[in-house]
């Protein structure tokens, strides 16, 4: 199959190779999680947890040099890793680790004086884990862990963009207390990752675009196994007239929209502002993008990083030229910095945007927003929604009467007002429409990994 190479975007340097998983490698692996599955299944929940706690606590004494080289590999700024990507999965893994027992425990759903129904949940059996580079370790402890800790085994296949991270993740089992074949791993692109779900396994979870997560819900269909999706999204904001236009306002919205350089699911990537504030908005979203600091993802002092590849400037760069021929205005950034030897493409804000524009109706994976002005609050609700994703969206009122109307109206799975972040280890993640199908975390997530079976029994 041949090597994956590792490419710091930084610098375009190549910083390692993996041999990638060829079809006999990808077999056995299954073979192996399939054989492995039945003896872990068997241990109860406060085992696997048990179990479990000892892969936390070696990513805990090696959390340095994970953050490093998820900076290195994939242009993260280092401190934003540390905290938003590391520091955050061990905060997820920590609660799955607390809340399992519960999220797992048999429910009674009838009962007299004789008899009992109780529902339990049991594994699916080998889930095919396929997740992306832009948040590694979070990604595997969102898509792997819950699956492990109901009595499943997985096999990951990581991004061919980051294959020394996917070598990293693959110790770090290896030096915990996790059986061999629980957690296995292969190594590849989509062509690897297309071979696995081919074996014979029994779910597949993915996190990634919504052309390829499509393309696996047909594999599952047609094997008439589950799939859990987190796709793409192109998140609106909605600003309201009774939110006065201000730098702290902008700096909130900017940040969510462009930490990482933008290349996160569910940032905002769409904003809708009342007519009298657009041009206050739009002055101050440029003002805040010339003072951040574009820069080596390992320097300490750096706000932006590069994207994760090439490939996706080139994409950038494809999406802001066609904005641009159809008649967009570029307020600040639009192409590649000067003197930086890497895939950077500075922070962009666009106007004159028109529903034809690719900015508009495809996800833009890189720092670039469009911004637009509404009259109406039906106007607004109108643009928000017109999308054929419906990951997550923000309002931006303190009027919650206001912000409760609007979020029932607006077609995304996740709605927050204002700064209110609606990341939670109980609360579900996912999407609607072309966002994603299934639900990750919380006693959502724990379901769509395990199987329902009804023990009807007398007392």
């Known amino acids: 199959m041949g090597k994956l190479s590792s490419i710091n975007p930084s610098d375009n340097t190549v910083i390692g190779e993996v041999e990638m998983s060829n079809a006999d490698d ?31 606590e070696i990513s805990k004494s090696r959390a340095e040099e994970i953050s490093q080289l998820i900076a290195e590999e994939t242009g993260r700024p280092i401190n934003n890793v540390r905290t938003g990507n590391v520091q955050g999965g061990l905060e997820y893994l920590e609660a799955y680790l607390q809340k399992a027992e519960s999220w797992l425990a048999p429910v ?32 595997v402890i969102w898509q792997c862990i819950p699956p492990l800790l109901a009595g499943n085994t997985v096999v ?9 991270f996917a070598k990293l993740v ?60 987190e796709l793409g999204g192109s998140s609106p904001a909605i600003v309201f007239e009774d939110m006065p236009i201000d730098k702290g306002l902008a700096k909130t919205i900017f940040d969510k929209r462009f930490l ?52 996706q400037v080139a994409r950038i760069e494809e999406q802001v030229q066609d904005a641009i021929g159809k008649g967009a205005k570029v307020i ?34 890189g720092p670039v927003l469009p911004v637009v002005s509404y009259k109406t609050e039906e106007e607004a609700i109108k643009l928000a929604n017109d999308t054929s994703y419906g990951l997550g969206a923000h309002v931006f009122t303190n009027d919650n009467e206001l912000f409760r109307r609007v979020a029932g109206r607006l077609e995304s799975a996740m709605v927050a007002q204002n700064d209110v972040n609606y990341f939670d280890p109980s609360s579900p993640f996912g999407g609607y429409k072309q966002s994603g199908i299934g639900r990750l975390h919380g006693q959502y997530g724990f379901d769509e990994v395990t199987q329902p079976k009804l023990i009807a029994r007398q007392k």
């Not at 396994?201 to 047609?222: C, K, N, Y």
């Open 260 to 311: 990482h350089s933008g290349q996160i699911c569910g940032a905002i990537k769409r904003l809708m502002v009342y007519e009298g504030g657009f041009d206050s908005m739009v002055g101050l979203l440029a003002e805040i993008s010339g003072q951040q600091k574009l820069g080596d993802a390992r320097d300490e002092a750096t706000d932006l990083g590069p994207l994760v590849a090439e490939r």
């Open 156 to 164: 990951y296949k990581n991004s061919e963009e980051n294959p020394l």
């Open 332 to 365: 600040c950034g639009g192409k590649r910095p000067d003197g930086l030897n890497g895939a950077y493409y500075e922070p962009t804000i666009l106007t004159g945007i028109t529903p034809d524009m690719r900015v508009w109706h495809e996800e833009t994976f």
């Open 108 to 139: 009674v759903t009838h009962e007299t004086d004789v008899i009992i129904h109780e529902v339990i949940r049991e594994p699916w059996g080998v889930v095919a884990c396929i997740c992306p580079w832009n948040y590694p370790y979070m990604n």
């Open 26 to 56: 990808i077999k056995a692996t299954v073979v192996v999680a399939r054989e492995a599955q039945p003896a872990w299944a068997a241990l109860s929940v406060a085992e696997r947890c048990r179990i479990l706690r000892s892969f936390a």
């Open 170 to 229: 693959a110790e770090l089992f290896e030096q915990s207390d996790v059986p061999a074949g629980v957690f296995s791993v292969v190594y590849g692109d989509g062509e690897v990752g297309g071979r696995l779900v081919d074996e014979p396994v029994d779910m597949i979870s993915f996190t990634g675009s919504a052309q390829v997560g499509q393309a696996l819900a047909r594999v599952a269909a047609e094997k008439f196994i589950p799939i859990l999706a």
